[in-house]
T-cell receptor
Framework: QQQVKQSPQSLIVQKGGISIINCAYE??????FPWYQQFPGKGPALLIA???DVSEKKEGRFTISFNKSAKQFSLHIMDSQPGDSATYFC???????????WGAGTKLIIKP | GAGVSQTPSNKVTEKGKYVELRCDPI?????LYWYRQSLGQGPEFLIY????????DSGLPNDRFFAVRPEGSVSTLKIQRTERGDSAVYLC????????????FGNGTRLTVT
């Protein structure tokens, strides 16, 4: 019940395309859903986060879609660029920003 | 401004030795966190400091692991009698306050125990 299942494990998208990464959770008490971007040799960087009182949040080319009834949330990267190539982690937590349950990560490659 | 700084960036040690890993958080951030990340996985929470005190140390795997933050700024993660299974990237993060403030991660210390 504490797991966050992330898919796909890896993803290749053409430059300019839309990258979509999905996550599913079981614990309905989760109330914070961040996405992190991690480049090789670097720490994760918070990309965008959502709370369950909204169904969508957009920041620039990045959008989180949240479906509370299905217990799923996804990251959409519009107009994907080679610089977006990185590993993306979804996560979830209840009541805190640090006791995160992490997905397994998605390695995204944007082909020029 | 400067981000979270971790030193050393790489540390190789022999099984059974003692190591110290240092974290210098973003200036003004009162909350500091340690995580451990194994290859191909998300970070695993170890300990959370609010100011000088450990507010939550529930993630420390056993009593070989200890962390301090004596002046409420720099923190040191200490690992005694290292084991090969301790090999991982140790990440430090800080946030302006606790709870709802976004985490800012450092680049980590890659620890290899031979």
């Amino acid at each position: 019940q504490q797991q966050v299942k992330q898919s796909p494990q890896s993803l290749i998208v053409q430059k300019g395309g839309i990258s979509i990464i999905n996550c599913a959770y079981e614990n309905t008490a989760f109330d914070y859903f961040p996405w992190y971007q991690q480049f090789p040799g670097k720490g994760p960087a918070l990309l965008i986060a959502i709370r369950p009182d909204v169904s969508e949040k957009k920041e620039g080319r990045f959008t989180i879609s949240f479906n509370k009834s299905a217990k799923q949330f996804s990251l959409h990267i519009m107009d994907s660029q080679p610089g977006d190539s990185a590993t993306y982690f979804c996560a979830a937590s209840r009541g805190s920003n640090y006791q995160l349950i992490w997905g397994a990560g998605t390695k995204l490659i944007i082909k020029p | 401004g400067a981000g979270v700084s971790q030193t050393p960036s790489n540390k190789v040690t022999e099984k059974g030795k003692y190591v110290e890993l240092r974290c210098d958080p973003i200036s003004g951030h009162t909350a500091l966190y340690w995580y451990r990340q194994s290859l191909g996985q998300g970070p695993e929470f170890l300990i959370y400091f609010q100011g000088t005190g450990a507010a939550d140390d529930s993630g420390l795997p056993n009593d070989r692991f200890f962390a301090v933050r004596p002046e409420g700024s720099v923190s040191t993660l200490k690992i005694q009698r290292t084991e090969r299974g301790d090999s991982a990237v140790y990440l430090c993060a800080s946030s302006l306050q606790g709870y709802n403030s976004p985490l800012h991660f450092g680049n980590g210390t890659r620890l290899t125990v031979t």
